[in-house]
């Protein structure tokens, strides 16, 4: 069975920094790609990162350009979303993804299976 498992989310001023991590167990880690989603209240999830098999290949939203940086350790099992300059419409709940396949997906229904999300809250 394949679990994810977010950490590291909280609340933090504008301008701060966070680092999200994401264990994951219950198969073949350095097989498959991965990514993070945000929601916050009243939106649609988005696509915020996301990284292949290897980390050879990482895309990201135009908004976070520059300031997040996604990354993975297989050895370790997990991903990594390095957040800075963070704003306060960046709010929201952060979730991990992984797919089946070692290719990076941008849209959330190419992912299949998914962590239970760790807040994100950034003050003015």
């Known amino acids: 069975q394949v679990r994810l498992v977010e950490s590291g989310g909280g609340l933090v001023q504008a301008g701060g920094s966070l680092r999200l991590s994401c264990l994951s167990s219950?198969?073949?880690?350095?097989?498959?790609?991965m990514g993070w989603f945000r929601r916050t209240p009243g939106k649609e999830r988005e696509f915020v990162a996301t990284i292949s098999s290897s980390g050879s290949t990482t895309i990201y939203v135009d908004s976070v350009k520059n300031r997040f940086t996604i990354s993975r350790d297989n050895a370790k099992n997990t991903v990594y979303l390095q957040m800075n300059n963070l704003k306060p419409e960046e709010t929201a709940v952060y979730y991990c993804?992984?797919?089946?396949?070692?290719?990076?997906?941008?849209?959330?229904?190419?992912?299949?299976?998914w962590g239970q999300g760790t807040q994100v809250t950034v003050s003015s």
């Open positions: 219950g198969r073949t880690f350095s097989s498959y790609a």
């Open positions: 993804a992984s797919r089946i396949r070692a290719a990076v997906a941008t849209i959330s229904s190419s992912y299949d299976y």
